[in-house]
């Protein structure tokens, strides 16, 4: 299979680095000439600063697009225009319109659209799902929380019309996860604001937001640019009528699950999956999606659900009133 990616500065590098074990990365696209030159220079790697020539160039049968989410859209119906199937980091799009837009370009040229929430995979968020539709029951309580280490000084992170800010851009992951785990959500209220980031004062930089779900579950999220390197985790903690359950980790890599049920409380199973490779594992899955015509574990609809739910919290930490979906 013959690929390329699309955005170098950031992700990028990542999705590259994990093409190269498992197809032939053919080409690589960025508008910054000395960032291309960075990857193109050591390498037998063709290099592109326009999407559209190297489109029209190279033999492609897939691409990963890693810009600014504002983008998304036109490089996607690019893409999708000639028959390439088209994996796309998070978040999906800055709006849900441009995310259904997406949706129904791909759909209409029948090629496969998959969104780059690589949490999905982790096993023991995997492992957490397994057990909530079996013994232990569906989840009706969660608290996860989600601090993000460090800040970005990027300005199309923090654009509204783009990246739209720590809400969007990263905890859009927590937005999914839980949409994953519990299902949709109906409505959200949140408390946010800019307390951190005064270089971004337009810009929510933290919320802690409550979530209802169509099942009757309830959700307590606390997501933002709030922690530092040395401050580096993330929690889920769940209740059912049957159990409890708690998958923590590292940021972006939550690797142990722990969870006991009610009838016998003393007794907690926990088991761990250290260095699991999250990018290569939602890679491989979107190869064999090409090859299988199978449904994206992370398609545009839950892509596009999340983004929904992030300008939730967005609206409601602004206004100060509950957000109906």
Partial sequence: MRVGVIGLAGVGRTHISKWSEIAELVSVCDLDSTVLAQITESSQIN?????????DKEDLQAISICTPPKSHLPITQQAA?????VLCEKPMASTVSDCQAMIDIC???SVVLQIGHK???LPAIQRLKEIS???LGPIQYMVHRYPHPGTSNR????AEDDGGGPILENAVHAADILGFLMGNVTR???EGGNLLAADHKSQIDCAVYTLRFASGAIGVVNAGMVSTSQFNFEDYYVATSAGVAEVKG???SADTIRYSFRSNPNQVEEKSFPNFDSFRAEIQHFVNCIETSEVPLADGYSGMKAVAVCRAVKQSSETGKPVEL
């Fill in 81 to 85: 225009d000639r028959g390439i199937h």
């Fill in 107 to 109: 759909s209409r040229q």
């Fill in 155 to 158: 300005d199309w992170f923090w």
């Fill in 47 to 55: 290099g592109y600063t326009s999407v559209e020539q190297m489109l």
């Fill in 250 to 252: 590292k940021f972006d």
């Fill in 133 to 135: 539709e079996g013994d």
């Fill in 119 to 121: 949490k999905r995979f």
């Fill in 188 to 190: 959200v209220y949140a």
